[in-house]
């Protein structure tokens, strides 16, 4: 086996989602965001945060403005504000934007220079000496304001490859100028991890603190960060679940559960891994970007096991079918159930959610269920408390603490002061029986209220449900609005979060039987073992 | 520039998105939609076509007799049926799962073959002698029917690590029986690029034509596929988007382009590899699986941009802002409207839409808008046609060709023949006012029927336009139902497809809001540009 490098002193990890990672399509952050994104990236560890770019961007000033005035106590991450060298022909002290930078009242200032001579000519419309010239009066003024400065080289390796003695100059300029880490930036994403090492080592001849900054246009973000670690780069920037523009930048909690599981690197301390996918959940949430399923590490799929073949083997040892132990970064093995399986998986998620599938004729009664089920549209890998309702119908186990005898709701145009929907639903607990009006704005929610009212006199714990995510998805494309839905609803009670289908041609009558098990798995009388979907 | 390797004469792809593929978390194809998948997978150009387990899983069986029926008619492919070595202590001649190898009448079969001691023991439960064996007896019998063979060493990276001897003898083993290319699979994902060229030299001086099968558990399944390739590998195996167990498969897409593009092979004809992004989107439609946006290449957002900083050198020369030419792989580069852009997005944006943005006034108040109803939770970076429709608004060149003057639907959970939601509509066109009722499953069909009913005297087009797809999504999560939700709709007429943007605390408030402006949008005066949105 190739021997790995070992970890330099003073390696460390810089994230730039609030920045480079908010460039992404359809990603918005509020300064409230941003900071509990901030707060996430320190309880995982993290050495710096890039916060933004004040002066550039109002939302980036007020977070720093937020983060100085007390609102942001960070534990072991420095804060860093992000900017350009001054303008052509200027001087760093009267800039505004540099100025911006040192009101931000950051300990470390992240400079983003030129170092691609046709992106100095054609973009800045300036000389290649006028830049250098930039990055030393930039690079000293904010020295001279005590700031820790990196500087980030953007476009490098197009730059070295266009012209390498001006790359390096780029390189020269800045640790001169009193640079502590300077960055390779791949701006553009064209590099792949075999050109790396040759480019790196070029520029760790300069003699300064490297680092590098990779996107994913090749596919390759994650591999050329590690071959420029392999190099001598100590200093590796990236973005929470690979945020970014285009393709996304270098995802750095892949990157970290690499380093950290592969090279044999402690870049976080082993309890902080072991938050890693909580983490990366958690600010998917805030930055509203439905997590990757198949993301490394963390991902729902990452340990999931399909394969009917597996399954048995996995009884085995679960070992012999994954690269790591997913306990060390947070995520859990998982069998899924889906008509790729057979009974042996049916058995094994039986066993995860308590029940004893040993008896072959039930095994098979319920697989032949789910696989109708399935080809209805239903799917249960992601909905583990409606399979559970399931198991216990077929186990004779599901004794119903309610049972709704009617709803309907009308949406209209002309809104009352309570909403636009107004709901009705019949429900009968015991011998009693129920009738409640529900009306909001949406059929969901004037539901949910009729509902919740029908039941509350019955049932106390329905008070502290709460729908915390709601994901309707087409499932058969091009039959026009006639299309099966498919409705998934995630329920939480405050300590457990649990996930329920619906499916039918009609989006509220689908999400009705999603918010209708939602109470029903909610009101069972607890279980020992937690659905694998319960985080 | 470090050199790269030349392509090896008989270099080629295959394709296991049928097989491999079809393990991903949520996924499930018919025999229709493999049989469609593989007429697409010929179309890009790949080498082989992996159709599935013939006799292990009667979707296969069926896929692979529909194609030997004529089904299935591929210009350039091969069609490979997948399959295992011969059981424990038996016969490959007289085995049925080798049999159904046979009976499936492909060309060529790749056969799973142990390749890690530890699996030989625990999984297997036989001896070392007996698996090699299984791999001489299984590969002899099925040259001997007349095929093609490739054999998948399974965990033989984990193998080689563990015991380098036996997996190298594994692939001995296998040459000697007549494989014609031995295939080293990472199945657990857990490689590094820096550990492959050794491993895959090792292998290579057994003296037989290597190929590689990697997963992404690490992030680097495309990295690894090309350390692979650098080291002498000349058959790469992926899936399309790769799709795949846990984390997924090499992107075959990814490995293509980047061979093509980056090595300068041409693995493929130019003319197939700018088909690569509809195809892709195609395959998508077909899994429905979401296609993600910022896939290398192919993705919807790969040559995006959305950094107002970036949009005004953009002008100056695209290509100092992408690491190729998008149109190579039948993607473009896109502008994108967002409150993180300034003024020049939103001018580039009206160029490609036409519209000429050039007067300051104008592009400030339209910036303000956009931020406004970005705020309230709409997007326009992905509903292209409600940012014309804005756009024609401010500039007063929206006349709109109907008025809705009122609409209600009721749902109800006691359903009639025609279905359980009744809409009513009404409509003004000039001085003619029309109300008109529709009933279907689902307040979304309701209400397009009656809007269709109610337009279609007056506008014959409106009878062409079909809703293809449908998307929800919840935007501020942790409000349970009050939470805002976002629907996009796309809809086609045949030539166009475009889409519109709603949105509400009321998913079928929001839905109408999209559904009235994909048919306003699809009435107006057909424009010179067509929204880039349009594919």
Known sequence: MTTLPVAPDAFHLYDTTLRDGAQQEGLRLTVADKLKIARLLDELGVDFIEGGWPGANPNDTAFFAA???????????KLAAFGATRRVGGKASSDPLTRALVDAQTEVVCLVAKSHDEHVFRALRTDLTENLAMITDTVQFLTGEGRRVFVDCEHFFDGYRA??????????????????????CDTNGGMLPTWMGEIVSAAGAVGVDLGIHCHNDT?????????????????VQGTMNGHGERTGNADLVTVMANLQLKYGWSVVPHQNLAKATSISHAVAAVTHVAPNAR???VGHSAFAHKAGLHASAIKVDANLYQHTDPTLVGNDMRMLVSDMAG??????????????????EVAARITDRVKQREAAGYSYESADASFELLLRDELGELEAPFAVQKWRVLTSSEPTEEGDS??????????RVTSRVGEAFGPLSALDIALRQALTPAFKAVEGFELIDYKVRIIEMGHGTDAIVRVLIDTSDGDRTWTTVGVGTNVVEASWEALHDAYLWGLLPHHAAEPAGVR
């Open 67 to 77: 983060a100085a005035s007390g609102e942001l106590e960070l534990e072991h991450a």
């Open 163 to 184: 012209n390498p003695s001006y790359a390096l100059e780029v390189v020269r300029a800045s640790a001169d100028a009193g640079a502590e880490v300077v960055v390779l």
């Open 219 to 235: 596919g390759c973000a994650v591999a050329n960060t590690l071959a420029a670690v392999d190099a001598g780069a100590m200093h």
């Open 295 to 297: 993301q490394p590490y």
């Open 343 to 360: 009974r042996a998986n049916i058995q094994l998620k039986g066993d995860e959610l308590g029940f004893d599938l040993s008896d072959r």
């Open 422 to 431: 107004e709901a009705t639903v019949k429900v009968a607990v015991g011998e």
